[in-house]
């Protein structure tokens, strides 16, 4: 595309022999461009590479008539029409090579040059349909194109790539210069990915996916059982997959392995001031014995599944309270009314044994639970004298006597030397959501593996249903 001159007046005082002022011909120099990108595009050939070279601006001396008149035919057939004062602003900002992505404003303008004249009137077979907007040239090239124009007004200068892309033929598109913006101009949603197939590699696939997320959750596979895995595929494949059971165990145990040179030790459990490192989740794992930080997070989501009708003490309380007397615990029940709650819990930790006590509030009974049939008086003994110098401090006259000490001994007891915390833990649920205690040793494993999942979910489950047991 030739810039046309400003006008016939300013040609003729400037004389038809002189140059403009700035000694600069009033032709607009084009770069070059590849077969494929211009005009008359063609598909390219292998290993063709766009020509990106300058031309050299050369200097002429005199500016012939001829070439005035040829130029003001030009600027006649064109829609675009120049102010003088922007015609130096175009000619510098249009010899920069286009941005990529963006359509070649040059291609667009020399579409509306082929418009033909024929006695003074243009031959509408020939012209674009985007050539009937009449716009200035420095309006255009103030506004880059962009794709969230394309909806816009049908006499923006900016055309969608379906108008310009018609100019292209099809076997070209694989040009990168010749790509519409946006890659492959598609504009529907990302397909779905396709279901699960219902064979040995769709089983083994779920499976992977399925410790993968459960591996990112929990930071290990300590709380996992086999039966976890078939309930997940049950549900993925809407079948019961019993039979494939020895499929699952080898894959578990197969992925296991894989992860077991990489744990995240950086792993933690936080739940109002309670936080739960990879070491002591692990106390849960097997045959370990749980620690103090387990028991006690575990006491505060009791508490806050029964809005704090339960209150839990810290598993530091009693040895507190022996070392130190009342007064070294008189702060601990500073914003805590003991006299409204429904049941009091006191986990005992004393040497290498756990144990729990009990104060039913409205039965005024302290009740010693152990899964060894222990019976630790003395301890029973110091709590009463806690609550009578609680009740004293908080002039509860009603409960600073009458209380009574009971012993249960028929309630689930341990076979072995490692589970007594697990199964104070159990003690503390069932009774704070008055479930009856039945279940076992054989149990244990499994409710292992599930306070470690409650604790990491810091929610307790299977508490919506006072009547039955704890499901394990």
């Known amino acids: 595309m030739r810039v046309p001159a400003p006008n016939r007046s300013d040609r003729a005082e400037s004389g038809s022999g002189e140059m403009p002022e700035n000694g600069r ?12 990108c211009g005009p008359n595009g063609k598909p390219h050939a292998p290993g063709h590479e ?9 200097k002429k001396d005199v500016v012939s008539q001829e070439e005035v008149a040829a130029e003001e ?6 829609v675009v029409t120049l102010d003088p004062v922007d015609a130096g602003t175009v000619s510098e900002m249009e010899e920069a090579p286009s941005p990529r992505g963006q359509p070649d404003f040059s291609q667009t303008e020399r579409a509306s040059e082929s418009t033909l004249v024929v006695n003074g009137s243009e031959n509408s077979d020939h012209t674009h349909p985007s050539d009937t907007t009449e716009l200035s040239a420095s309006q255009t090239l103030k506004k880059p194109w962009d794709s969230s124009l394309s909806s816009a007004e049908p006499d923006a200068m900016e055309t969608e790539p379906s108008s310009w892309s018609a100019h292209v033929k099809q076997a070209s598109w694989d040009h990168h210069y010749c790509r519409p913006p946006g890659g ?13 197939e219902f064979t040995t590699e769709g089983i083994i696939d779920c499976i992977h996916e399925f410790l993968e997320q459960f591996y990112g959750k929990y930071a290990s596979f300590a709380p996992l059982s086999d039966a976890d895995v078939l309930d997940h595929l049950n549900k993925i494949f809407r079948s019961d997959l019993s039979d494939r059971m020895k499929l699952i165990t080898a894959e578990v145990s197969k992925y296991r392995a894989g992860l077991a040179c990489a744990p995240m030790q950086f792993f933690q459990v936080t739940y109002n001031k309670h936080t739960l490192t990879l070491d002591d989740l692990s106390t849960l794992d097997d045959q370990n014995w749980v620690n103090d930080q387990v028991i006690n997070m575990y006491g505060e989501l009791i508490m806050e599944a029964t809005n704090h009708k339960v209150h839990f003490f810290n598993s530091f309380f009693y040895r507190q309270f022996v070392a130190k007397g009342y007064e070294g615990v008189r702060r601990w029940t500073k914003k805590v009314d003991l006299f409204s709650k429904t049941l009091i819990l ?4 004393l040497e290498i044994h756990w144990s729990l006590i009990t ?19 003395f301890a029973v003994d110091n709590v009463l004298k806690y609550i009578l110098a609680e009740a004293k401090e908080k002039k509860q006259l009603g409960f ?8 249960n001994k028929t309630i689930p007891q341990q076979k072995n030397d490692n589970d007594c915390g697990v199964f104070v833990l159990e003690y503390c649920k069932c009774l704070a959501f008055l479930k009856p205690l039945l279940f076992t040793q054989e149990d244990m494993p499994r409710v292992r593996k599930r306070i470690y999942r409650e604790l990491c979910d810091c ?13 394990t």
């Open 25 to 36: 011909s009033r032709r607009k120099r084009v770069p070059k461009t590849c077969d494929c």
């Open 50 to 58: 766009q020509v990106s070279k300058k031309r050299g601006r050369k």
């Open 73 to 78: 035919v030009v600027s006649t057939s064109g």
């Open 184 to 196: 492959t101009g598609g504009t529907g949603p990302a397909p779905a990915p396709p279901p699960a």
């Open 346 to 349: 006191i986990p005992l930790h």
């Open 359 to 377: 104060v039913d509030v409205s039965k005024q009974n302290i009740n010693f639970y152990d899964s060894q049939g222990i019976l630790f008086k």
């Open 400 to 407: 600073q006597k009458g209380w009574k000490m009971v012993v």
């Open 459 to 471: 929610t307790l489950s299977d508490c919506s249903s006072p009547d039955k047991p704890t499901q």
